[in-house]
């Protein structure tokens, strides 16, 4: 790719105050203390810093906010709610670059509960998005830790997971139409929402996981599902990775469709979350080397699917796939069980701190995997202490080495890059993904063009070229600039 005319270099004053003229006051902030919420992420040590975050509360101004940039190739950062944890969304320390942040796009515009659709801007949180489908009597299943701030836009640029892919697929499956200002500032309008319709290129996938390298995403059509009438929640014991696997085949077997989660957590950073994050109790009298949380859904009564969830855990239990079990007996205590999981990554924080990988593989090698990791890790750094945790059914681990306890972390962070090439070494050998869910943003751009197939990112840079010549959307990001 070639570099951006402006790359590196600030934005000139002349341009800054031709784009606050399009969004007039209220439109922007700017200088250093209004920008570093937009400047710096939720987690991690990234410092950047941006002349101006642009606020447009319509497509239009989003438009000619482009258009502008492109006539004078200024650099744009696309952002949602800024939880992303690849760096994607956030500028380059050198001020070259503008925010365009969606935060003021928070419209919902249609919900047509005959069709199960909602038309949604960009900049609705998640939650809001939830909250609204359910009160329609419609589900809206994207569902994840950071759903009360991140932003739809965010979430379908990241092609967001979550809880609950192994029902309802990722977001991408969750999409049925796009708005999106391409780079030259022209409105793409394909907010249609059909489920069908074969006459070309389905163009939306391109801009979904894109992280705004080839557009900014103003408005979805949505898909939405049946409201459950029942849930319930089991916290599982098991013994090993390889027993929730077979845990989860038994388990699809006896219940089919109505398991909306499975996940797969390790009991170490279970002692963590017990003794560094308050609120949190142990939910079986003994400790277990492993566990499964899991939910399952559905239409019927309230209370219809406690005997089915009971028998087939007991049938489990006759096998040996299954060591002790707590099904949840109010939907307080299945919050309970749930916000253990949610508050997992705060207790790597209370442990010391991890290394992070989102990797995903197939089930059929996932117990292998984490025995290699482990291995690999422990011959290397004998210090570092294990924690996996990660959403089982759908083949997705947080595989999160933890600091060794008398290391400081900023020690342990010069080892980012061994332990990476540890870990994704072996997610390839064993077929797998370097990122599942989170994306390429910056953080993992390097990486990506050791693991990727050659031939894919070939096709990558073609089309961010096609799309994007002038090179001024999200430069850097997911496609390398220069290669
Ligand atoms: C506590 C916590 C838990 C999390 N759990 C999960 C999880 O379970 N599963 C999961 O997948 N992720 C998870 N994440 C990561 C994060 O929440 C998701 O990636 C989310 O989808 C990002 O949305 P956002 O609005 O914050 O996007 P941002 O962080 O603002 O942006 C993310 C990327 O999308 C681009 N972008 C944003 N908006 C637009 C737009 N309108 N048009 C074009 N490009 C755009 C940005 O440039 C950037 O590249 C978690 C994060 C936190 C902090």
Redesign the pocket.
Known sequence: MSQTATSGQPVPGDVLDRLKALVGPGGYVEGPEDTSAYSRP??GKWEGRTPLVLRPKSTEEVAAIVRLCAETRTPI?????????TY??LPSADMSEVVVS?SRMRRVRDLDSLNDTMTVE?GVVLKEIQTAAANADRLFPLS???EG???I???I??N????QVLRYGNTRNLVLGLEVVLPDGRVWDGLRGLRKDNTGYDMKQLFIGA??TL????AAVLRLFPKPTEAQSAWIAVDSPKAGLDLLVHMKGAMGEAITSFELIRRSIIEFLLTGVPGHSDPLPQAHPWYVLMEVTGQGAVGSLSEPLTEALESAAGKGLVRDAVIASSSEQAKRLWRMREDL?DAQKAAGGSIAHDVSVPLSRLAEFIARADDAIEKAYPAVRPCCFGHLGDGNLHYNPLCPVDWTYERYAVETAAINRLVHDIVAAVGGSISA???I?RLRLEENLRYKNPVELDLMERMKRALDPLNIM?PG?VVPDQR
Request: charged residues 10%; glycine residues 32%.
């Open positions: 939720w987690r950062v696309p952002q949602g709610g800024n939880t992303g944890v994607g969304g969606t960009a994840l830790g950071a701030s991140c932003q836009g965010g979430n640029s990241t967001a997971g979550g809880i992280e705004g557009g900014i995403i103003t990554p869910e989170h994306g943003g999200n990001r």
